[in-house]
């Protein structure tokens, strides 16, 4: 057994070919109030894990715990947040066009992923896989949906800087989603404070 990330809410393990997350304990709050806490998001994330792994490429949980692990297939693939740049440019656009097809065929089923950036997106054998449904939920709002592109965007220009316009309109190519995208422009202009 092997960490291979740790964040704020959980520890991912790899175990030969399969990943266990295991939501860390929070001391600050209360131990019955954090183990409602913990499998409440435990089991939503299963939930939407199953969910998206029949609609996009993504893992199908392998099981759960009745209150803070799943057991998810490992996708050996790597972290489109260190390499996308390292593709040709060519590439690299076929890579968000597929990205944007994903994630409105995601949002058409009303799931919201909720940390849309490319950290949360593995590239093996020419697919782009989506992990990491922790903040994900479900949703028919427009506005939810903009704001999950918002992230994108965002994610797209700090850690891809050098194209992340042209990225991003290669993106919205594969998303069409003509509403979400109009909604997305009043997010932006909510969000700036310049």
């Given at each position: 057994m092997e960490i291979i990330a740790q964040g704020a809410e959980a520890k991912i393990i790899l175990k030969k070919d399969f990943i266990i997350k295991n939501r860390i304990k929070k001391s600050y709050r209360l131990p019955e109030l954090d183990k409602k806490i913990r499998k409440r998001r435990t089991k939503a994330e299963t939930k939407l894990l199953t969910k998206a792994s029949k609609i996009i490429p993504s893992a199908k949980p392998l099981s759960t715990s009745e209150f803070n692990t799943i057991k998810i297939p490992y996708i050996n693939g790597i972290k489109l947040s260190n390499e996308l740049n390292n593709f040709e440019f060519k590439k690299?656009?076929?890579?968000?066009?597929?990205?944007?097809?994903?994630?409105?065929?995601?949002?058409?089923?009303?799931?919201?992923?909720?940390?849309?950036?490319?950290?949360?997106?593995?590239?093996?054998?020419?697919?782009?896989?989506?992990?990491?449904?922790?903040?994900?939920?479900?949703?028919?709002?427009?506005?939810?949906?903009?704001?999950?592109?918002?992230?994108?965007?965002?994610?797209?220009?700090?850690?891809?800087?050098?194209?992340?316009?042209?990225?991003?309109?290669?993106?919205?190519?594969?998303?069409?989603?003509?509403?979400?995208?109009?909604?997305?422009?009043?997010?932006?202009?909510?969000?700036?404070?310049?």
């Open positions: 690299q656009k076929e890579i968000l066009k597929q990205i944007g097809k994903s994630i409105s065929k995601l949002h058409n089923s009303d799931l919201i992923h909720g940390d849309l950036t490319t950290s949360n997106m593995i590239y093996k054998n020419g697919e782009v896989y989506f992990i990491d449904f922790g903040l994900g939920f479900h949703s028919n709002r427009v506005e939810d949906k903009a704001v999950d592109l918002h992230v994108l965007k965002q994610a797209l220009e700090a850690k891809h800087f050098q194209n992340w316009e042209k990225l991003f309109s290669v993106f919205k190519q594969g998303y069409k989603n003509k509403q979400v995208l109009e909604r997305l422009k009043k997010v932006e202009k909510r969000g700036r404070y310049k």
